[in-house]
């Protein structure tokens, strides 16, 4: 059993990334070197604050500018745009005049609809008059929306000058990285700087971090004060507040605007841009609320009662559970903690005056809450995974300082910061010995030293053994000597250990019986007669107990971290989570269906705990997909009877005993048992237990002890024989019998009346109606007799049917038809 780290996409934008740390690397290299890191580039894309970069986009001189001839609306007009001759252009703008100058997109250049469809200049007649180019509105250059008439430009500037030098238009590249969820740290332009410099540096090249001052933070004012109270501090070990007065909400400057748009955020205002900005910046989170919607001017910290109303901004009233931890004011909810805001406290046009909040939340309480809401927000994917706890203080200062430099205002109260209980920083011991061994290569030990001060671990003493470290608590991933050791190797670089010359081998002793051997010799046999094999989650919902009075709630095994209520409990069966897999394909129109399942079942017995494995099979709809030569059939108990003989008999198990099935799950049901051991379990389920999972067609299932299959299996030996050399020879009997007797019956009592030359019994056909008495049927049986030694003659056939058929008179009162 393994377990897969689902990577998580995060933007990293390479302009923003060398705000923190000045590398003139290109992408290319840089990318190969994250990946080394462990920050895997999954891409790169090109980002233009104007898309197409306006390439092919010239300032031009209008020199000439007529009234078409064949159109009213229409100028034809010469522009200059500094070639050797001025270009024809016909254009449809009211206010074209000459001696303006204008933007002029050439021949060839690309330009983008609003939808960001391209379309491309080309040469061509306008109502009879040629057009060389095209003189541009603002929102056919991307450059805005106005479309009222052409893009007038100033007066001074020069003909021929490139529209993307006079705009400015930025360039940037955006790492795609696939970011495993343990690493918390890089989940932020900072973080990645943080470990690009480490690498840098392994690589010889001397480079600096650069850490944003904050130096000129200061309280202006203190009149707003809003009080904080945090009483769950379980929940919010950490808890920062400020409040910014007299302040101007509007659009955000182009570069913080170009800064969120290249990793694919819409800007929205100054002081929310801000607060997404510090949150990409530094990862630390943040939320401004508006003063003047804190009733009481108090910020209290806690958990609200159960089924308590609140409407986050998406505008959806969800109820909260008692557990959600929820920033109040004197009255009234503001905001889920950690994972979003309310739609009445949100920063707005209007908002004058903010309370800004940075904090540490609890990862499990937030990951639980926005597990319960089904919200995932930028927010909540940091606070559950834990983001730096040292950090809080810094980045409210950061942000606030931001959104003075953006929206004017004045820090307006003292900074206030509730830390309790202060998260410590964890202190692990480095044995050189066993990193040299893990690694699988010597590697100095000033180079071990170089790169743990570069990843900010903090060396605490040296001796010849080892080394005593302190990691930040920001690396919540690093807390044991694997760990640390896992650090060292990653900057250090794989590629860098050297394969050995010599490999070393063990030969392993295995067994043909082991259980993924076996496993995958069944696996084949089912895919070769047409089942899918499907994997269902091991966590399910208690609820199932209530379709089955074979599963007991108190031999549930709880999850202490449940995800959601559906899925807070290990199953006892594969049945219910098979009828899942059945319920959504068959709502998806594919009804005929065979599916197989190796799994686990998990139960608590009071002083211990036990988990079984299993194969379950389930069958519905037809048996063959519907074709034009061959008619429908359904299948029916009797088919998948069919496959678990053929499974049995691939297993070497040929001999068992049928028993009825006093599972409240089928309807008709039998067991399998080898002596006193149970095989397998199958038949029809109950249309009750169908019926809860909307599933109409009748449904047959399986359940295989695949503990006892495997121990079976193993006591089995093949032997080998040869080809038969004699003939077979065979006879038919069709006998009335009793409808209670079973072909199983007829077998039994077969086999025990000839062992030697009686080799197969065969039932082909069944008859049941009218010219048969009461409480009858007709069985048609075939025998098939060999010896292995030599030819057999009737004489010898007929001694044995002889007796056949007065053992049958005897014990099943069968009569010859």
């Not at 360039?171 to 970011?179: A, K, P, S, Y």
């Not at 020879?729 to 409808?739: H, K, N, V």
Request: charge should be negative.
């Amino acid at each position: 059993m393994f377990a897969v780290l689902k990577l998580v996409n995060m933007k990293i934008s390479y302009n923003w990334l060398k705000q923190f740390i000045q590398t003139d690397w290109d992408t290319d290299a840089t990318s190969e070197l994250l990946t080394d890191l462990g920050l895997e580039v999954e891409g790169v894309a090109n980002y233009q604050s104007v898309k197409g970069g306006l390439e092919g986009v010239v300032v031009g001189e209008v020199l000439t500018c007529e009234q078409h001839s064949n159109a009213d609306k229409l100028k034809v007009t010469t522009v200059n745009i500094g070639t050797d001759e001025p270009l024809q252009i016909v254009c449809g703008a009211p206010n074209v005049a000459v001696g303006q100058k204008v933007p002029v997109a050439t021949i060839g250049t690309t330009l983008y609809t609003e939808e960001g469809e391209a379309w491309t200049i080309k040469n061509g007649k306008i109502r009879g008059e040629e057009s060389h180019g095209m003189i541009c509105a603002e929102d056919e250059l991307g450059l805005g929306k106005s479309h009222d008439g052409i893009m007038v430009l100033a007066e001074d500037v020069k003909v021929g000058t490139k529209c993307a030098d006079l705009f400015k238009i930025e360039n940037d590249q955006v790492f795609e990285i696939g970011l495993t969820p343990n690493r918390a740290d890089a989940m932020s332009h900072f973080g990645t700087a943080r470990d690009l410099k480490a690498g840098l540096l392994a690589k010889g090249v001397n480079i600096e971090l650069i850490t944003p001052s904050v130096s000129a933070y200061q309280v202006d004012s203190r009149t707003l004060k809003i009080d904080v109270d945090v009483l769950d501090k379980e929940k919010a070990p950490r808890y920062c507040g400020v409040t910014i007065s007299n302040l101007k909400v509007s659009d955000s400057p182009e570069w913080l605007q170009n800064r969120l748009k290249a990793i694919g955020l819409a800007p929205i205002n100054n002081v929310v841009d801000a607060t997404n900005y510090v949150l990409h910046d530094l990862g630390q989170p943040l939320h401004a609320f508006d003063a003047s919607k804190i009733t009481g001017q108090k910020i209290e910290v806690k958990t609200l009662a159960q089924g308590t109303k609140f409407t986050t901004l998406d505008g959806v009233e969800r109820e909260l559970d008692q557990e959600d931890l929820m920033i109040c004011d004197a009255e009234k909810p503001l905001c889920i903690a950690g994972v979003f805001g309310g739609l009445n406290s949100g920063v707005t046009a209007e908002t004058t005056s903010i309370f800004l909040e940075s904090a540490y939340f609890n990862p499990v309480s937030v990951r639980k809450t926005a597990k319960r809401h089904a919200l995932n927000t930028d927010a909540s994917f940091r606070f559950e995974r834990g983001i730096d706890p040292n950090i809080t203080e810094y980045a409210l200062k950061r942000a606030a300082l931001l959104i003075k430099e953006l929206a004017g205002g004045e820090i307006s109260s003292e900074l206030t910061d509730i830390y309790t209980n202060k998260i410590e920083d964890f202190q692990v011991r480095l044995s050189f010995e066993n990193t040299n061994k893990l690694i699988g290569q010597e590697i100095p030990r000033e180079t071990i030293k170089s790169i743990l001060t570069s990843l900010e671990i903090k060396i605490n003493n040296v001796t010849e053994t080892g080394l005593g470290l302190t990691i930040p608590a920001y690396r919540n991933d690093v807390t044991r000597e694997a760990d640390v050791i896992e650090e060292i190797l990653r900057v250090y670089g794989y590629n860098n250990i050297e394969t050995t010359s010599k490999l070393n081998a063990s030969i392993a002793n295995s067994s043909r019986f082991d259980d993924h051997k076996i496993q995958n010799i069944i696996g084949n046999h089912l895919a070769g007669i047409g089942f899918y094999e499907m994997m269902a989650n091991s966590l399910t919902t208690p609820n199932y107990i209530s379709l089955s009075k074979l599963l007991k709630e108190e031999h549930n095994i709880t999850m202490l971290n449940p995800l959601s209520n559906d899925l807070s409990v290990l199953r006892q069966s594969l049945l219910f989570s098979g009828l899942e897999a059945v319920r959504h394909n068959s709502n998806r129109k594919n009804s005929d269906l065979k599916f197989f399942e190796f799994g686990k079942t998990y139960h608590n017995f009071g002083d211990k705990r036990e988990e079984f494995k299993h194969l379950s099979l389930l069958i519905t709809g037809n048996k063959t997909v519907e074709n034009w030569n061959s008619p429908k059939s359904e299948t029916d108990f009797f088919y998948i009877k069919g496959v678990i003989s053929l499974i049995l008999e691939r297993l070497g198990i040929n001999r068992y005993n049928a028993k009825p099935v006093t599972q409240d799950i089928f309807t008709d049901g039998q067991a399998y048992y080898l002596g006193k051991t149970e095989i397998v379990q199958f038949g029809a389920v109950k249309k009750q237990i169908l019926k809860h999972f909307d599933i109409s067609k009748p449904l047959y299932y399986a359940d295989f002890n695949w503990d006892n299959i495997l121990e079976i299996a193993k006591r089995n030996k093949i032997k080998f024989t040869d080809i038969p050399k004699y003939p077979e020879s065979r006879r038919d009997f069709a006998l009335l019998l009793d409808e209670a007797v079973s072909f199983e019956d007829i077998y039994t009592i077969a086999k025990q009346t000839e062992k030697q030359l009686l080799k197969d019994v065969n039932l082909f056909d069944v008859y049941e109606g009218k010219n048969l008495p009461d409480g009858k049927k007709s069985y048609a049986v075939s025998f098939t007799f060999r010896d292995e030694h030599k030819t057999l003659t009737d004489k010898q056939v007929d001694k044995v049917m002889s007796k056949l058929q007065d053992n049958f008179t005897t014990k099943l009162k069968a009569e010859l038809r």
